[in-house]
T-cell receptor
Framework: QKEVEQNSGPLSVPEGAIASLNCTYSDRGSQSFFWYRQYSGKSPELIMSIYSNGDKEDGRFTAQLNKASQYVSLLIRDSQPSDSATYLCAVTSGTYKYIFGTGTRLKVLA | DVKVTQSSRYLVKRTGEKVFLECVQDMDHENMFWYRQDPGLGLRLIYFSYDVKMKEKGDIPEGYSVSREKKERFSLILESASTNQTSMYLC????????????FGSGTRLTVV
């Protein structure tokens, strides 16, 4: 059974701090990796994608990928209360599908 | 922006009813997916389609069927609704390769009583 593991949280950080979210996956064949943000009662929204080892930055978000260790992480700099949400990690499985983690709930405290 | 539209935001149905959930996307995406999302279980794939009239079972297809007669529309059918099918149902679409990411619809919260 291919799996994606995330700590469910909640992860609480003060406003302005760096939030670090982690994800491990079991399928060594996975090629593409994503982070989705999901606000309570809403659908997931794609915020970052990463395909090769290393870091990818987009504004306050940085995705990090280490295929050898099979983990993906998301750093959120200068965290804001509006970043409070559940963050879902997803990895590709085959040509068409993803496997999703169950998500980490982030709370940014004002 | 890609839009994925689900026909109902909230739905209440009775046990044993046949239920249709509709999803339409407007960006000519080849792939469409139906997931359900439950607390503690995350997103679970029910069915997906990579072309018109093509469908494949996901991880939890039992009690569900799908229809894709046109590229833009993917329907999920609950043949005989049961209370354990009460859930949030999410439709998603993507281009021909999943590596470009999914776009999700706003979801349908289905309650079976």
């Amino acid at each position: 059974q291919k799996e994606v593991e995330q700590n469910s949280g909640p992860l609480s950080v003060p406003e302005g701090a760096i939030a670090s979210l982690n994800c491990t996956y079991s399928d060594r064949g996975s090629q593409s990796f994503f982070w989705y943000r999901q606000y309570s009662g809403k659908s997931p929204e794609l915020i970052m994608s990463i395909y090769s080892n290393g870091d990818k930055e987009d504004g306050r978000f940085t995705a990090q990928l280490n295929k050898a260790s099979q983990y993906v992480s998301l750093l959120i700099r200068d965290s804001q209360p509006s970043d409070s949400a559940t963050y879902l990690c997803a990895v590709t499985s085959g040509t068409y599908k993803y496997i999703f983690g169950t998500g980490t709930r982030l709370k940014v405290l004002a | 922006d890609v839009k994925v539209t689900q026909s109902s935001r909230y739905l209440v149905k009775r046990t044993g009813e046949k239920v249709f959930l509709e999803c339409v996307q407007d960006m000519d995406h080849e792939n469409m997916f139906w997931y359900r999302q439950d607390p503690g279980l995350g997103l679970r794939l029910i069915y997906f389609s990579y072309d018109v009239k093509m469908k494949e079972k996901g991880d939890i297809p039992e009690g569900y069927s799908v229809s894709r007669e046109k590229k833009e529309r993917f329907s999920l059918i609950l043949e005989s609704a049961s209370t354990n099918q009460t859930s949030m149902y999410l439709c998603a679409s993507s281009t021909s390769r999943a590596s470009y990411g999914y776009t999700f619809g706003s979801g349908t919260r289905l309650t079976v009583v």
